[in-house]
């Protein structure tokens, strides 16, 4: 015991010195700036204001928050009618397929998702590969446009989000008791009840635990906007990144990024509520 | 129509080449306990699993209530399971899963919620409604999947070795309530378990089964008394087997020969003389004698032998003793009142005894390996 207590405290001060330095730290900065002056030479002056957050309050800026909200939930929504019947489906394979199908799901992570979303511009664009097998098999006389436009985003993140999608929904359909079932059917029910009143309560905390791990980096995710939607769709994360980059008015972008954050923050103080409601009274 | 709630004709089933069940025929009356006995693996609680629908049967006929139940899935069946897991809803409350059959039946509002309680309360579990499985013990959640079965009033109710997660005592005693509760309703059960004192304490008739074959059928009794083979006699209770050879047929007697002696027994089955038996006899049936007993005799008709163990349990004394033509006997001596008990069953290893039985209490079956 004694030998392991220096190596506790050392494991253990690492991880905070890690989560202070590389996590609260920056956090706090972006806090500070947010309710600093935008400076001349400097990137902020150093006086109180909240100015940046009445800006936000701008009706274009609020625009831009529901449409950011708006392509999250749809890709969201999507993530969840495709990835369900999946996970389903692969909890249904033979065992010994099972890993290997996971690992297929997988594997995309093994890219940068921006490397990948430049493949889906290549993929997309007016000449590229889509379009010339549309065209080759006769099924369009001229391209498609395609690329930059919203449909080609949310495929967009629609790729990039899906494996987030599967993994938790598949945990919770392979943790799903089969027997369940059977005593539903055994007791008369049809499908749709049983999908109703068993499977889906049952893997609902899986559903959930989906639904942030797509909704909450698609809030967020500025690139695949940019690279598959043109500049034309202007979304928090753009919106942010612009402001550090290109308008270099820190203060605006580090409050539009304390409000990205609350929001998400709120979010998962939610799905934490619901969660505990979910577990109270369940098994041990 | 006939009076066969339940009918399996020629039923046979295998998972990949392996036989599971071959040829099965049963027939179950209407009201009757019937239990599947039988070690695990010989196809009894596939036998369940085709009468509730859960699995097809590769060929035969399974008849309920006169209806054949081929293309019947399991939710349109009037069967209803309890699983040896319970596979109760854990979402849901006490009320709610017990509900869960009836919901679907339509029935609604204050109807749903008499029923429901009505059979809460038959399982003294009326207090427990807003549980969850979670937060019930055991028998508790045993007594809800019975609730939630019989709830729905089924003409059958198949059990999976319901009592097999429970302790000694609260099992004897779910025995009892089980028991009670089919006789109260008229329900047929048809009841799977592994244990032959459950089977023989519950049933009205017993099937028991080996390698997916039913090897007897009949009442308990039959069942323990009258062992049809080998197999049965040896998984139903505790028997000594003695190998003999019959030397004089005058049916239905028959003198066999036990090693050096020979014993006139009394058998339904036809010998003919030469042919090789077992003559099978229950330990409580044996009867032993000290060296102080009876006269020399009387001690010449009975087989001599040595005490090998002596286990004491509680109500009986069991002695494992060897005769001294090298066969070994288990024997259950019950404690008598009017018997000098405690000094009678005083039995020390290496004691010198003699044994015999009640004689045609035996079983005596052609000989198999």
């Known amino acids: 015991m004694r030998i392991r207590e220096p190596f506790k405290l050392l494991a253990v001060g690492a991880i905070y010195f890690w989560l202070t330095a590389f996590a609260l730290l920056p956090n706090l900065l972006v806090v500070i700036a947010s309710v600093l002056e935008r400076g001349s030479d400097e ?142 059917r055994d007791l008369g029910a049809g499908w749709i009840t049983i999908f109703r009143r068993i499977i889906l309560p049952l893997t609902l905390p899986g559903v959930v635990a989906g639904c942030m791990l797509t909704f909450l980096p698609g809030l967020g995710m500025f690139y695949v906007a940019d690279l598959l939607g043109g500049a ?21 972008g580090a409050a539009a990024s ?19 409601r979910a577990g109270r009274g369940a098994l041990p | 129509m006939n009076e066969w709630v339940i009918e399996l004709r020629n039923v046979s089933k295998a998972y990949a080449a392996h036989a599971v069940l071959r040829n099965i025929n049963l027939q179950v009356r209407a009201g009757e306990f019937l239990t599947l006995l039988g070690p695990s693996g010989c196809g009894k609680t596939t036998i369940l699993r085709l009468l509730a629908g859960f699995e097809p049967a590769d060929g035969g006929e399974i008849l309920i209530g006169g209806q054949d139940m081929r293309t019947l899935p399991p939710e349109q069946r009037h069967v209803n399971t309890v699983f040896q897991s319970y596979a109760l809803f854990p979402h849901l409350t006490v009320f709610e899963n017990v509900a869960f059959g009836p919901r679907l039946k339509r029935i609604r509002g204050e109807a749903l919620r ?38 729905n009033q089924p003409r059958v109710l198949l059990l999976d070795e319901p009592l097999s997660a429970l302790d ?7 025995q009892l309530e089980l028991k009670q509760l089919q006789r109260r309703l008229g329900i047929t059960f048809i009841f799977v ?3 032959q004192e459950e089977a023989l304490s519950m049933s009205d008739r017993v099937a028991v089964m080996n390698a997916g074959r039913i090897e007897q059928f009949g009442a308990p ?15 139903v209770g505790e028997i000594n087997n003695l190998p003999g050879r019959v030397v004089a047929a005058a049916p239905p007697r028959y003198d066999i020969r036990l090693h050096d002696r020979v014993v006139n027994l009394k ?103």
């Open chain 1, 43 to 184: 990137f902020v002056a150093f006086a109180f204001t909240l100015d940046s957050y009445r800006r936000l309050l701008d009706p274009l800026y609020l625009g831009v928050l529901l449409d950011s909200l708006g392509l999250a939930a749809a890709t969201t929504a999507l993530c969840l009618l495709l990835g369900y019947p999946f996970a389903y489906l692969l909890t249904r394979m033979p065992a010994r397929w099972r890993p290997v199908l996971l690992l297929l799901v997988i594997i995309p992570f093994w890219t940068s998702s921006l490397v990948r979303t430049y493949a889906m511009v290549i993929l997309l664009q007016t000449n590229g590969w889509l379009n010339q097998i549309l065209l080759g098999l006769g099924l369009i006389a001229e391209p498609l446009e395609l690329l930059y436009t919203e449909p080609a985003v949310i495929a967009g993140m629609l790729y990039a989000l899906l494996p987030f999608m599967i993994l938790p929904l598949y945990a919770a359909l392979e943790k799903l008791d089969r027997r369940l079932i059977e005593a539903a």
């Open chain 1, 232 to 252: 034309k769709t202007m979304l928090v994360g753009n919106l942010i990144r612009d402001q550090f980059l290109s308008a270099r008015d820190w203060p605006f």
């Open chain 1, 258 to 276: 304390v409000l990205l954050t609350g929001l998400m923050g709120l979010l998962l103080w939610a799905y934490y509520l619901s969660s505990r």
């Open chain 2, 114 to 151: 008499e029923r429901v309680m009505d059979t809460l309360r038959m399982v003294k579990l009326e207090d427990f409604a807003g549980r969850k499985p979670g937060q019930l013990s055991g028998g508790q959640q045993q007594r809800v999947a019975i609730a939630r079965a019989v709830v």
């Open chain 2, 168 to 174: 000694y005592k609260l099992r004897k005693a779910m």
């Open chain 2, 193 to 195: 378990t592994h244990d």
């Open chain 2, 221 to 235: 009794r039959q069942i323990y008394e009258a062992p049809e083979n080998l197999f049965v006699a040896r998984f």
């Open chain 2, 267 to 369: 058998s339904p089955y036809v010998f003919g003389v030469g042919d090789r038996v077992n003559v099978l006899i229950r330990p409580e049936d044996v009867r032993i004698w000290r060296e102080c007993e009876g006269s020399a005799e009387e001690r010449a008709a009975l087989f001599p032998a040595v005490v090998e163990g002596v286990v004491y349990k509680g109500s009986t004394v069991d002695l494992v003793i060897r005769l001294d033509s090298g066969d070994v006997l288990s024997t259950t001596q019950f404690f008598n009142e009017d018997d000098q008990a405690i000094v009678n069953l005083d039995f020390r290893e290496g004691e010198r005894v003699f044994v015999d039985w009640v004689h045609d209490w035996e079983t005596i079956l052609p000989h198999e390996e």
